[in-house]
């Protein structure tokens, strides 16, 4: 069936004083449109007799086949309309236009050269062949119907398109100027590479900057490349029609562009008469290649996807050591010279054998490097050393799968300007989705989430929104790059790249926040990707909650009071919350805040929230998450990427602990990002027989500490009779005070309401913390009179001044540690810890009670030492009395005794921030419950002197307790007076 086909022509006529009669009516064979307006208008064009103008008329012509006929050509008959007029002289006739009509009714119109569809039509009716409108050169045009109009004859080109260089080293800067001669507009930048057909539209990225001004408009194009170079294209609008100016730009190849495999080559001629050299570059480039010396050798060429390759077969192996040169030649660029240097092995050299396990290996030449192509599809280079000692070393294999490194380098020149980011990321996710699953070395997994890092900062830059389908690729790949398939991978690309599971996360948490859903509620579930999206409205029921059946169990809600703002202001609030599986092992073990030098794991998954109302973005608002059946200390944390000079680490700000019931744990954050809880290592599950244990002991202790009391109300005047027994019983008492009123704080704590906002919880903490360290300073105190005393015989201090000395050291120190612990750590939410009213547990407790308590038992370890030395050698001179000696064996053998016992449980408390094996917390419970057991025992029961006092104070009536007080009174008035005379000797000793 032949089809009809329609031309129109334009003819252009010169002719005197032409003038349509109002009356003309076309005819269906011919019609006739005066400079394209409409039939029938009548021109006006008085310049006098004679005068000529030239007059553009439309004509429409119909023929039977697509065949022009010949004698159209060489003669052409006027229609009737043109000869009705009264013409006196026809100069020309031009064809501009041809239109080819099909069955449909649809006219495919065709400009010839010199003439262009006008820029209104242009742009309303498509190309006949589907081209992008922005760079479509407007000479075909596809219409359904009747024909508006016709081609149209072009002005002079209204700009020109300037370059001070076709030649462009690679990092220089190129510059492309266009100058305007009159006002253009949709300016528009493209590039076309070498051997593509296909222009690729410029966008400011971050190596492209377009700039426009009066008269001028520019395109700057920085660290230029070989992927830079090409033909360039400016798109713009003037005069009513669409033009396009084009420079070409060339870059030469680079030396580190140019794949010589193998670069270096050991030979042994008695195992291998030939070898083969290849020199590739990429398929892009125009270039020619040599290689010298060719004798005895052939040449050939090999194309690949992306690249081709210049071969020299060898036949026969080289007399001696030989460098063999590829040469690249290409026209106007300078020659580039690709060396490979052939080593001959000789006779006793050392040499790797010959080994085809995995990869086939020839014999090698200690100290060189073995080289061997990449599989099939895959791009890189198979590397072994030769060792001096002749033996093979490790395999090192960068291949890396050829379609993923062309995606990550179309992402990089997309990040960079080039392709329409819309257009592309969507392409890009769904290629990259395809390709997660064939990864199976650590560059292809690298290469991976590096173009997944760089379409995230594409997204960011350009505000791009992913639909539903690019959503669902992008969740597909990270699941598939979660898999524990991989896992191997991970290990090994991170010893190189260590921040590369945080720009990851960081990638994905961007890319999520881009999501635009079509439909709601939106969701997505795979083994390591769980995603739900919905939208809040008016109706909504208040505020938002999601959970996931994860391990453990998670559920996230956002609080109405967060919402409200923005659901009530009209917008469309809509949440997306995203649950990684098995990330959070792969970022780097960073912890903020005296984490540092406590090892933590998490739960294995990270929760991402994202909140974006008519499409903005929110940072700020309240996330409760529940996780059930988690044990031991936990921490609610975030992922700060900005910390640990950009690695990223977690942090706890802004984020508090609760414990709402036996299993389950409430996280409360005040803003937006990705979650996670943190575990140590060793956590000890919280049992009720380990609290049990801690409760009952901590009551035994405070009974003990409480019967402490009593007895020094019964014997203490009994038992102070001297100064040294004084100042020993005083730091013991002043020691059962404060371990009681701190114990009574401990035990009360799970009975108070715990968080910052509690100023009784606050109190408690600090309370707990000032008499604890009290507790050791009066211990220390102690050790510091024996040591005075024995250290000191004839420069003895009064007893006032001792015991001021005493109470400074005892109260007025921890009063010090305790204040500045509250300074420093109070304001930056450290101080508590979480979910208790106790100092908190990791770098606050170690730096502020830990360090303190194990510096005085070493001080008091030291004055133990020192003290029985004393007293099993002492000087005739120096021994002191018998009863003052007796009292410094008192303090002695407490000191023995306690010491050790209070060094060894708080030893144990440190080692439970690094070991916490349940061994070490039961000890450390038993131990730290039991310390008012320790100073009754070996405090007071274990005192020849109080325990002889007590028998005398029960064991006596009313008198002879009163006889018991006179003879105690006279003892210590004699005592004194006995010391008062001593004193007075030594002082007159001393003025002699």
Not at 628 to 638: P, S
Request: hydrophobic residues 40%.
């Amino acid at each position: 069936m032949s089809s009809l086909a329609l031309s129109r022509l334009l003819l252009a006529m010169t002719l005197p004083l032409l003038e349509l009669e109002p009356t003309f009516v076309p005819t269906a064979q011919s019609e006739l449109s005066p400079s394209g307006g409409k039939s029938g208008q009548q021109l006006n064009q008085h310049s006098g007799e004679g005068d000529s103008v030239p007059v553009s008329s439309y004509v429409h012509l119909e023929f039977s086949n697509r065949a022009w006929p010949q004698e159209l050509s060489k003669n052409v008959t006027l229609p009737t309309a043109l000869a009705l007029l009264p013409l006196r002289m026809l100069t020309g006739l031009g064809l501009t236009t041809e239109c080819h009509a099909n069955h449909s009714g649809t006219s495919l119109c065709t400009c010839h050269p010199g003439y262009q569809w006008n820029a209104t039509l242009c742009s309303l009716y498509p190309h006949c062949w589907g081209r992008r409108p922005e760079r479509d050169p407007c000479m075909c045009r596809s219409f359904h119907g009747p024909v508006p109009g016709y081609c149209q004859l072009l002005p002079p080109v209204p700009a020109t398109l300037t370059l001070g260089s076709r030649l462009q080293v690679q990092g220089d800067t190129l510059n492309l100027i266009l100058l305007k001669k009159e006002e253009t507009t949709n300016l528009s930048w493209f590039l076309r590479h070498s051997k593509s057909h296909r222009p690729i539209i410029l966008w400011p990225g971050t190596n492209v900057m377009q700039t426009s001004s009066e008269g001028q408009a520019g395109l700057c194009v920085a660290r230029m490349s070989r992927h830079w170079a090409g033909e360039y294209e400016s798109i713009f609008e003037a005069r009513g029609f669409r033009w396009r100016l084009r420079q070409v730009v060339k870059v030469p190849l680079q030396e580190e562009e140019v794949v010589r495999l193998p670069d270096t080559l050991s030979i042994s001629c008695a195992a291998s008469t030939g070898f083969q050299l290849s020199c590739c570059i990429p398929l892009t480039t125009a270039y020619t290649a040599t290689w010298s010396p060719g004798e005895d050798s052939q040449a050939s060429l090999q194309k690949l996807s992306d690249s081709q390759c210049f071969v020299l077969t060898i036949q026969h192996c080289p007399a001696a050591n030989t460098t063999y040169t590829c040469t690249l030649q290409s026209q106007s660029l300078p020659p580039l010279v690709a060396p490979v240097s052939i080593t001959i092995i000789q006779d006793g050299d050392t040499t790797c054998p010959e080994d085809f396990s995995v990869v086939g290996w020839n014999v090698t030449k200690a100290g060189f490097v073995a080289q061997a192509p990449c599989p099939v599809n895959k791009k890189g280079v198979v590397k072994r050393l030769c060792g001096t000692d002749g033996i093979w070393r490790p395999v090192q294999n960068s291949c890396t799968e050829a379609k993923i490194l062309t995606l990550c380098l179309k992402t990089k020149l997309l990040l960079e300007g080039q392709g329409k980011p819309s257009e592309e990321v969507p392409w890009i996710l769904s290629e990259l989705q395809g390709q997660a699953g064939v990864a199976s070395t650590p560059s292809d997994l690298w290469e991976m989430l590096h173009t997944v890092t760089l379409l995230a900062k594409v997204v960011a830059e350009t505000s791009t929104e992913l639909t539903d389908s690019a959503l669902k690729d992008l969740l597909t790949t990270t699941d598939k790059i979660l898999d524990a398939n991989i896992s191997s991978l991970w290990t090994l690309a991170q010893a190189q790249e260590p921040s590369m599971g945080s720009d990851f996360l960081k990638a994905v948490e961007t890319l999520v926040h881009s999501f635009s859903p079509q439909q709601h509620p939106f969701a997505f579930s795979s083994p390591n990707v769980l995603l739900q999206s919905q939208l809040l409205r008016h109706s909504s029921p208040p505020g938002y909650q999601a959970s996931f059946s994860t391990r453990p169990l998670l559920q996230a809600r956002i609080p109405w009071h967060s919402l409200a703002p923005l659901v009530q202001s009209g917008t469309n609030v809509s949440i997306t919350s995203l649950v990684l599986q098995k990330l959070d092992y792969w970022l780097p073990s960073n912890y903020t805040r005296g984490r540092w030098n406590t090892p933590y794991t998490t739960p294995g998954l990270i929760l991402v929230v994202s909140v974006t109302a008519d499409g903005q973005a929110f940072t700020q608002a309240e996330v409760i998450m529940d996780y059930e059946d988690m044990n031991g200390t936990l921490h609610c944390v975030f992922w700060n990427h900005s910390v640990f000079q950009g690695r990223g680490g977690w942090s706890d700000e802004g984020c508090e602990v609760h414990a709402v019931n036996a299993s389950i744990t409430q996280c409360m954050c005040q803003h937006l990002t990705a979650f996670s809880i943190l575990m140590s290592q060793h956590t000890v599950p919280e049992n009720p027989t380990l609290g049990l244990l801690s409760q009952v002991g901590m009551g035994a202790s405070i009974l003990a500490l409480l019967v402490c009391l009593v007895i020094y109300r019964l014997v203490w005047r009994a038992v102070v009779r001297n100064k040294v027994a004084f100042f020993r019983h005083t730091a013991l008492f002043n020691m059962v005070i404060c371990l009681l009123v701190a114990d009574t704080c401990f035990l009360g704590n799970p009975f108070l309401p715990s968080g910052y906002h509690s100023p009784v919880c606050l109190v408690t903490a600090f309370l707990c913390h000032f008499f604890y360290l009290s507790t050791f300073f009066w211990m220390l105190a102690q050790a510091l009179v024996l040591a005075h005393q024995l250290l000191f015989v004839f420069h003895q201090l009064s007893k006032h001044v001792v015991f001021s000395l005493m109470v400074m050291l005892g109260y007025l120190c921890p009063l010090g540690f305790a204040a500045v612990t509250l300074g420093l750590y109070l304001p930056q939410r450290k101080y508590l810890w979480e979910g208790k009213c106790l100092l908190h547990g990791d770098g606050v407790m170690l730096h502020s009670f830990s360090e303190p308590v194990l510096a005085i038992v070493g001080v008091n370890g030291l004055v133990l030492v020192i003290a029985v030395l004393k007293l099993l050698r002492p000087s005739l001179s120096e021994g002191p009395t018998v009863e003052k000696r007796q009292a410094l064996v008192g303090v002695l053998k407490a000191l023995l005794i306690l010491t050790p016992i209070f060094g060894l449980t708080w030893g144990l408390g440190v080692a439970t921030l690094f070991d916490g094996s349940i061994v070490s917390h039961y000890a450390f419970s038993i131990l730290n419950s039991l310390q008012g057991v320790f100073i009754l025992v070996f405090g007071c029961l274990t005192d020849k002197k109080v325990l002889e006092a007590l028998r005398k104070r029960f064991r006596g009536s009313c008198s002879s307790n009163s006889a018991i007080s006179m003879v105690t009174n006279e003892t210590y008035t004699s005592e004194h007076s006995k010391e008062r005379s001593e004193h007075a000797s030594y002082e007159e000793r001393m003025t002699d």
